[in-house]
């Protein structure tokens, strides 16, 4: 996921798109190479859009991330061969016009588009996809530095020999073949996720590494600055392929504090704000000068258990843990009943979900009898840690105030926890690494195929360091055989059969309490247009229009 994030430095005012716009210290050339900070005057009718958010992108290479915060970022930068259509999961052509399949299902052939350039001025072609997918996938390319590649490794099976993806071969200037070892049933969806955006060739073999904080892609906004802890600056790409946008600057502000982020929306310097607190939303609505959009519930926020260290190795504290936390009530006190409390990892909007699953029902005497059998009571209290995330995420508006209350229920049933938190990066960082006894955190589906959420966050290949996707460490061969058999077969009705079964095994040994599915509300400033939330969590913001 993960760099750790600088310290801030003093945010000042951009003013929004009603400002005529604002001075701002900005490169005065981006070309992938250095930039010399040099003071800008925009014109007095450039159209800047100011986005509130609650934390820092934690790096600006996609293939090195998974964190939400990154990834709205890149995806205005970059691109990969395809992206989602407005609003959905469906798969559209980007870089790629077309493609298909062998009648084996492994080998898939994409015709690309011509005539465009990365924001360096390299043109992009065949190769610069192959020079990618080498980079991502064998450790022993010189380019494979940077990070750990965590999203390769999760939806491709690992690096070298361990990869899906055997090869991948320039068959001309504009056409790419890949050779897959195995029928992966999700390959499109998982192609056209964020992470697998293609980077400019050049701006890689001068320095790979320089990609986790000065990117350069093909997409709609180019890299300007970044003040780590604070905003990042993005402009328009006059020479983007599918025109140039109609908002001239992009600036992501970072604002952690929700009531911080509520004032500035107020005070009219931010045009959007997301990680709105339910709570804030009558007086956002007061205002008469936001409109409320939601983002299509396509998320989990969970409580995990490192299944590996004692004493969550043990299947009955788990289980008493999950009878233990009464979702009803967070849902009231810290979602405002926007939420959808969690019976399975897989949320109801995906296909595949299992809604006859092992239950547990608040019940505190129940968890306290099992945590009886497994030796602990009044006499011989359980002791461990409670990690909560330090930022809001689409899936946990409030993490340290729903830390607060897990540790309150957790306490009512001989349970005493202490909380833990870091700086986001580095709380990810050590959540990866599997640090933790237990967890707060949460996912974002990135593609709409269940594969994204159970294989990613629950199999076995995915609980390893350093950039665990499953940090529960949770290990089961029954479970990693189903969700492996619904990678390789193309028939729906048997993965959606397949995929029932491995949430039944999951909840049974309860690795995590699956807490919310969230509807996510978006403060949009009224007369922006074109904007369109995707589940997926980011979206490319080309389309957008400002008043």
């Not at 897959?180 to 955006?197: C, E, H, R, T």
């Amino acid at each position: 996921m993960l760099s750790a994030c600088g310290s801030s430095s003093p945010s000042g005012t951009d003013g929004g798109s009603q400002s005529g716009g604002q001075t701002d210290t900005t490169p005065s050339t981006q070309d992938g190479g250095s930039t010399t900070p040099a003071p800008q005057q925009p014109a007095a009718q450039e159209k800047v859009l100011v986005w509130g958010r609650g934390g820092d992108s934690v790096s600006l290479d996609p293939i090195q991330v998974t964190d939400g915060e990154s990834l709205k970022v890149t995806h205005q930068i970059y691109e990969g061969l395809l992206d989602y259509a407005p609003g959905s999961t469906e798969v559209v052509p980007v870089l790629a016009t077309e493609w298909e399949a062998s009648p084996d299902g492994l080998e898939w052939t994409f015709k690309l588009r011509q005539g465009v350039k990365f924001h360096d001025g390299t043109d992009f072609n065949a190769e610069a996809v192959k020079i990618n997918f080498d980079r991502w996938r064998n450790t022993s390319d010189p380019l494979h530095v940077g990070g750990e590649f965590p999203y390769y490794s999760y939806m491709f099976g690992g690096f070298d020999e361990a990869s899906n993806i055997q090869d991948v071969i320039v068959v001309d200037d504009y056409t790419v073949k890949f050779v897959l070892k195995n029928i992966q049933a999700s390959f499109l969806q998982d192609i056209a996720m964020v992470p697998f955006a293609i980077a400019s060739p050049k701006a890689l073999q001068e320095n790979p590494e320089r990609l986790n904080d000065h990117p350069v892609g093909t997409g709609p906004f180019r890299f300007v600055s970044w003040t780590k802890g604070d905003r990042i600056v993005l402009e328009a790409n006059p020479d983007y392929w599918g025109g140039k946008p109609a908002i001239d600057r992009l600036i992501y502000r970072s604002i952690p504090d929700n009531n911080a982020r509520l004032v500035a929306l107020q005070a009219g310097e931010l045009d959007v704000m997301d990680g709105v607190e339910p709570a804030f939303l009558p007086t956002i609505q007061a205002t008469g000068q936001f409109d409320i959009i939601e983002r299509p519930p396509m998320n989990i926020g969970y409580l995990a258990f490192n299944t590996q260290k004692p004493p969550f190795d043990n299947v009955l504290i788990r289980r008493a843990i999950n009878h233990a936390i009464n979702k009803e009530e967070l849902n009231t006190a810290f979602y405002g009943g926007m939420g959808i409390p969690a019976v399975s990892p897989l949320p109801p909007s995906v296909w595949g979900h299992n809604p006859n699953v092992p239950k547990y029902e608040y019940d505190p005497e129940k968890a306290k009898e099992l945590l009886a059998q497994a030796g602990y009571g009044p006499d011989n209290p359980l002791k461990t840690e409670l990690w909560a995330m330090p930022v809001p995420r689409p899936y946990m508006p409030q993490p340290e105030r729903i830390g607060v209350a897990i540790q309150n229920y957790l306490r009512e049933v001989g349970i005493e926890a202490e909380i833990v938190t870091y700086e986001w990066g580095t709380y990810l960082e050590k959540t990866g690494m599997g640090e933790h006894t237990m967890a707060l955190l949460g996912w974002t589906g990135d593609n709409g195929d269940p594969d994204n959420f159970l294989y990613v966050l629950l199999d076995k290949d995915n609980a390893v360091t350093p950039d665990a996707g499953n940090i529960a460490f949770y290990v089961n061969d029954e479970v990693h055989d189903l969700l492996i058999r619904a990678r390789q077969t193309t028939d729906q009705a048997e993965r959606t059969r397949l995929y029932e079964e491995a949430q039944v095994k999951i909840m049974e040994d309860a690795p995590w309490v699956p807490l919310m599915h969230t509807r996510v509300p978006i403060a949009v400033r009224k007369g922006i247009t074109g904007y369109v939330p995707n589940p997926t969590g980011s979206e490319s913001l080309a389309k957008v229009s400002l008043p």
